[in-house]
Nanobody, 117 residues
């Protein structure tokens, strides 16, 4: 079973940028769909981006499209999330998430991102 560990979350000012990392172990991410989800206080988890295992296309939620970008480095079993133009409403716990068909099967413990002045 794949284990995932996120890192990079911190306090950042509105308009700032942040890069999150996710390290996978227990198996290769080759052939997996990989992505990120987040959960803000009092809200449901939101899948914000996923790279499809079927055709490699990348999907973004409208809330982050144009500001966030996902990247994967299969050789290192790593997944990244570059976040730009951060807003207070981006405050959440961020989780990397992977799956055989879609981003839905395994996720880590999460990393806290707080956007505040």
């Amino acid at each position: 079973q794949v284990q995932l560990v996120e890192s990079g979350g911190t306090l950042v000012q509105p308009g700032g940028s942040l890069r999150l990392s996710c390290a996978a172990s227990g198996g290769t991410l080759d052939g997996y769909a990989v992505g990120w989800q987040r959960q803000a206080p009092g809200k449901d988890r939101e899948l914000i981006t996923c790279i499809s295992s079927y055709d490699g296309t990348t999907h973004y939620a409208s809330s982050v499209k144009g500001r966030f970008s996902i990247d994967r480095e299969n050789a290192k079993n790593m997944i990244y999330l570059q976040m730009n133009s951060l807003k207070p409403e981006d405050t959440a716990v961020y989780y990397c998430i992977v799956g055989r068909n879609w981003c839905e099967d395994y996720w880590g413990q999460g990393t806290q991102v707080t956007v505040s002045s």
